[in-house]
């Protein structure tokens, strides 16, 4: 009966029939529609034959496969496709396997055309959402072939292009179809990733393309057809890492680390630097930090490695910073700098000889050692660069943290270990290196408290540096000092050290120091400044930047701190530098002190038009127009110049070309300053006298007696006369401050050696005896405050008889006091 129905055609299966029906006789006719139709409906109307229509395409299509009639097999892969879009009922799942494994059949063909007919079906399939979930099925086969076709290397540069074109889309629709079904295959694992991502990376690596566009969404389907397998393949992969949830972030960074290690290709930067920017703006903005904690990783696994290796993942770190903005850092804020701050360190070690050939046999390690060292200053660059860029991502609270942690790493002797492995140059290396990451960290930090910009933990090393031998550090100080201290955005106006005759035009802004914690900056830390100020104008090795740095420093000084108290102590300081250029015991170069009289002189200059004293201004002027024609070497625009013209000496400098610090006094004492504070001459301090000037003034010293109490008795009570603090005992006490603190450490040392070297007996007399004068002193308290308990009655008893004719009048004793807690009260008055 079965070899009936197969010779038979009118008793065969329905299905059958309609499905033979919808082949033409010629297969470049086509699909025949009408008939495609009834089979549509058919399968509609009885969705249990679905898996047997299914089936028995899949038959023909292996047929006609395996017998090249390959007009048959786009018609049956047509028909599949439309039968497929328009039935969703529950029995799809067993169509849909009848259709991957045709589907399967085709990727296997050797032919083309046919990879990428079936390509194109199963894109078509990917874009449908199946009402009813599939546990079993698997796209492993399909994720390894779309991964090969990416690879493919057909010797026709069209078919080429066209097969891996197909696979891209292969691979995204493998990923549409299973990225949002959890019950579908996991394709996040990393078996499925490391065949994914890298063939989507070697297909966005083109060397022709050198730009990197990003296509509209809005483009019309012609477009995306014409579009290049490199912007097919950048637009697969922002989808795939836009789909990617927190915990899959590593599994697709991963594969992209790997792939720039195996194929060399951090060196070149450009193509790392753009796909982490593919990456960095696909991903949602809160897993940012995650990218950038795998990028550490990583610098730290390539820390042996070359060093444009290094230097392009952290031009990689400095790039995805920039992008990700405040959610860079994440949770560890610390740990990111240290990492940093870590390689930036290993490479000086580099630089200074570990790693390289020493060997000077000929030319070629010598040029070796030499590019190597050039290639490490890059990278050190590069991190410190990358440093402030993630800086700039900070808060202000954090950004302070940050100033602290690198200024505990910069070695320094007294403050900080130094580093005995590297020597004294790589110390200094290593000194610059993290100043210059503390400028990029303090560039643009906008400080609305300098107690909390400049705290003493920072302020004292960072001063500290400032009085080191190497020029570098110290313009690298002032830098950063400047930085802190501009909060309005001056130091572009101070830039340039010169004498103008109106500075209205810097349109400076100005801002008087109402702020009480700058206030209490600058009682806190206004000498230590002034005092290093004054040391780095002493160094011979200074020049015209440490000089035109000093004059920006001082001016954002009296600009944004600047109060009356300020203002005349840094006016009593530019008058002590004026001092120190014409002091012969110092023993400064001829351009030192040339240099520190054109400080003077800009500064002066721009202070007195701060202050608006209409004879402060004039006395500057007229000493300025006095150096214009007798004495030019003394300007800021004669000194620093590229060939200054200067005098052999300066023994023979008239009185009319200084400033006159009695004129200035009497100027300013005319207009409300205190004239007598400004006639005292600046004199810098040492620390123990900086240290003790922070001591309270005698104004803020408020009603100091000193009160002696003696009690003899319980009823007689002596006062001594309290003892009068006048001014000349503040000034002895002040001053005699040292030899009372000499006096009491040798009394401390005294009490140290007796307790080391006493004998045991002789220690506790001496403890016996204080503790017996200490129980004398309590029963003599205990004599005064306990007092007997009053009369029962409360009152006193009869002076004389009832018997007694006589009345004797006895003045009574004066009423005593008692306790509270002694007094009986009433029962009704009593809770």
């Known amino acids: 009966m079965t ?55 899949s038959e023909r299509l292996s047929r006609d496969v395996a017998r090249h009639r390959y007009g048959y097999v786009c018609i049956a892969m047509e028909a599949l496709d439309q039968l497929l879009m328009a039935c969703h009922c529950q029995s799809i799942n067993l169509f849909v396997e009848s259709f991957l494994k045709m589907v399967r059949k085709l990727l296997e063909s050797d032919k083309p055309n046919l990879q990428i007919l079936g390509t194109n079906s199963f894109v078509k399939f990917a874009n449908i959402e199946e009402d009813t979930p599939s546990y079993h099925r698997s796209y492993d086969f399909f994720v390894s072939r779309f991964s090969e076709m990416c690879h493919s290397g057909y010797q026709d540069p069209d078919i080429r292009t066209r097969i891996r074109m197909a696979g891209i889309r292969g691979l995204q629709g493998v990923v549409r179809k299973t990225v949002n079904d959890e019950l579908q295959a996991n394709i996040w694992e990393p078996r499925h990733m490391d065949m994914i991502v890298p063939s989507l990376l070697f297909n966005l690596h083109n060397e022709d393309t050198t730009d990197s566009r990003s296509p509209s969404p809005l483009q019309t389907s012609v477009e995306k057809e014409k579009e290049s397998p490199v912007e097919l393949t950048e637009r697969c992969f922002r989808e795939l890492l ?88 994440g949770p560890t804020v610390l740990e990111v700098f240290n990492t940093l701050l870590r390689h930036l360190r290993l490479s000086v070690d580099y630089e200074l000889g570990e790693g390289f050939d020493m060997t000077d046999d000929d030319d070629g390690p010598i040029e070796s050692k030499d590019e190597s060292q050039h290639q490490e200053r890059q990278l050190q660059e590069a991190v410190i660069r990358t440093i402030g860029s993630f800086a700039t991502t900070l808060p202000t609270y954090q950004r302070s943290e940050v100033m602290l942690f690198i200024m505990g790493k910069v070695p320094l002797p007294g403050v900080h270990p130094l580093l005995n492995s590297t020597g004294p140059e790589g110390n200094r290396m290593i000194q610059v290196m993290l100043l210059k990451s503390l400028r990029q960290v303090t560039s643009g930090f906008q400080a609305t408290n300098m107690l909390t910009a400049l705290p003493s933990a920072f302020m004292e090393p960072l001063l500290s540096v400032s009085l080191l031998e190497t020029p570098e550090l110290r313009v690298l100080v002032l830098q950063i000092l400047t930085s802190l201290m501009d909060r309005h955005q001056n130091t572009q106006h101070l830039s340039s050290l010169s004498v103008m005759s109106d500075t209205s035009v810097l349109k400076l802004r100005a801002d008087k120091c109402t702020s009480r914690p700058d206030s209490l900056f600058m009682k806190k830390h206004a000498q230590q400044l002034y005092r290093h100020i004054y040391a780095c104008c002493k160094e011979e090795s200074s020049t015209a930047q440490h000089y035109t740095l000093l004059y920006t420093l001082l001016g954002l000084m009296a600009i944004e701190l600047g109060n009356e108290e300020v203002v005349l102590d840094l006016i009593r300081l530019a008058l002590a530098l004026q001092d120190l250029a014409g002091s012969k015991e110092e023993g400064l170069r001829v351009f030192n002190r040339c240099a520190i009289h054109a400080l003077t002189a800009a500064y002066l200059n721009l202070i007195c038009q701060l202050t608006t004293v209409p004879s402060f201004i004039q006395h500057v002027h007229e000493v300025i127009e006095m150096r214009q024609k007798e004495a030019s070497h003394l300007l800021p625009e004669h ?72 009690r003899q008795s319980p009823e007689k009570e002596e006062r001594t006369p309290a003892e009068e603090i006048t001014f000349q005992t503040l000034k002895n006490a002040i001053v005699d401050s040292e030899g009372m603190e000499e006096a009491e450490r040798a009394r401390r040392r005294q009490v140290v050696e007796k307790f080391q070297k006493a004998p045991f007996e002789e220690i506790a007399a001496h403890c016996g005896a204080r503790a017996t004068m200490l129980q004398s002193k309590l029963n003599q308290i205990f004599e005064i405050t306990i007092r007997p308990p009053p009369s029962p009655n409360g009152g006193l008893p009869a002076a004389g008889s009832s018997s007694s004719s006589a009345v004797a009048l006895v003045k009574p004793p004066p009423p005593r006091s008692v306790p509270v807690y002694e007094i009986k009260f009433p029962d009704l008055c009593v809770y």
């Open 3 to 57: 070899g009936v129905c197969g010779c038979c055609g009118a008793l065969r299966p329905r299905y059958k029939r309609l499905v033979d029906n919808i082949f033409p006789e010629d297969p470049e006719d086509g699909l025949v529609k009408a008939n495609m139709e009834k089979l549509t409906f058919y399968a509609l109307s009885a969705p249990e034959k679905l898996d047997r229509i299914g089936a028995y395409l």
């Open 242 to 329: 836009g789909r990617a949830a927190y915990g899959h972030i590593k599994t697709a960074v991963t594969p992209v680390l790997l792939h720039l290690d195996n194929h060399s290709l951090w060196e070149g930067k450009s193509f790392a630097v753009r796909c982490f920017k593919i990456i960095m703006y696909s991903i949602q903005s809160q897993h940012s930090h995650l990218v950038i904690q795998q990028l550490l990783v990583h610098l730290d696994a390539n820390s042996r490695s070359s060093a444009p290796v290094r230097a392009g993942i952290v031009e990689v770190l400095l790039e995805s910073a920039a992008i990700a903005a405040s959610g860079s850092v």
């Open 639 to 710: 000194v620093f110049t590229d060939h200054p013209r200067l005098p052999a000496s300066l023994e023979q400098t008239q009185e009319g070309v200084l400033f006159a610090q009695s004129k200035i006094a009497e100027a300013l004492g005319g207009s409300g300053y205190n004239a007598e504070k400004l006639a005292t001459p600046y004199v810098p301090l040492s620390q123990d006298e900086d240290r003790l000037s922070k001591r309270k003034s005698v104004g803020e010293t408020i009603s100091l007696q000193v009160e002696v109490e003696s």
